[in-house]
């Protein structure tokens, strides 16, 4: 499944990149609670659980990733590319087809808290 949350902000890749990071994480998703952390890897709470998150930098902004999920959650979070080229867009994904109303609802819930915290810290 995948979603599309699209951030009412223009900011550049190498913006985003230099912003997010795993020191500040917290600040741009309030469901997010910073447990252990490394330069571009940690271990988080969150609504779900405990998880290992990493982050990469990619073409056009950053790849985020619950790399111990069993649902396989990952994020990016990017500028430049469609589906809206000039506003940042925050597309999630997991590696299920189907899920109760109530986990899609979180994920939604989870990348509306992402777009929340980017419009508040990017504000043009």
């Not at 709470?45 to 902004?61: A, D, V, Y």
């Not at 506003?87 to 990348?111: A, C, M, N, P």
């Amino acid at each position: 499944m995948e979603f599309f949350i699209t951030a009412n902000i223009r900011e550049t890749e190498k913006k985003l990149q230099d912003t997010i990071t795993m020191d500040n994480i917290e600040q741009f998703c309030e469901s997010i609670v910073l447990l252990q952390q490394g330069t571009d890897t940690a271990t988080i709470g969150s609504s779900w659980g405990e998880f290992q998150l990493s982050r990469q930098t990619i073409n056009g902004g950053l790849r985020f990733a619950l790399t111990t999920c069993p649902n396989a959650l990952a994020w990016t979070i990017t500028s430049g590319h469609p589906p809206d080229p000039d506003k940042v867009v925050i597309h999630l994904t997991i590696s299920r087809q189907e899920k109760s109303e109530e986990f899609v609802q979180s994920i939604v819930d989870f990348g509306n808290e992402w777009r929340e915290g980017l419009e508040a810290i990017f504000q043009n």
